[in-house]
């Protein structure tokens, strides 16, 4: 599953070191805010848990394994993640207009306004 996850300047995050590329496996049970590894299916999520300060990094991630979803917000826990392309705070938010983007449907296509 495509989703997205902030580090710290290190690639660390909660202790886990992290590698571009590297899988990271969780062993265990899986839970939003408990247990496992941690990314956002909606890229603007990740901004509420890594602000873009004190060298926040930011990526598209891959996730696998069992997947469990926050009630909350797009926030999922997963137990296998890859950093797979560091996008930065640009890359994040174009992924997030563009995701906005996809989902809104021109209910109204022959209606038109004028400034």
Known sequence: ?????????????????????????????????????HACENPLDVLAYYIPADGARYFEV???????????????????ITLKTEIGLLGLVKAGVEMIFARVKNTKPNQYTSG
């Open 62 to 80: 891959d996730c696998d394994g069992d997947i469990k979803h926050h009630n909350d917000d797009s926030k999922i826990a997963c137990q296998k």
């Open 1 to 37: 599953m495509k989703a997205y996850k902030g580090t710290d300047k290190n690639l660390q995050c909660k202790g886990l070191q992290y590698e571009l590329g590297k899988e990271i496996v969780h062993n265990g049970d899986v839970s939003p805010c408990q247990n496992g590894l």
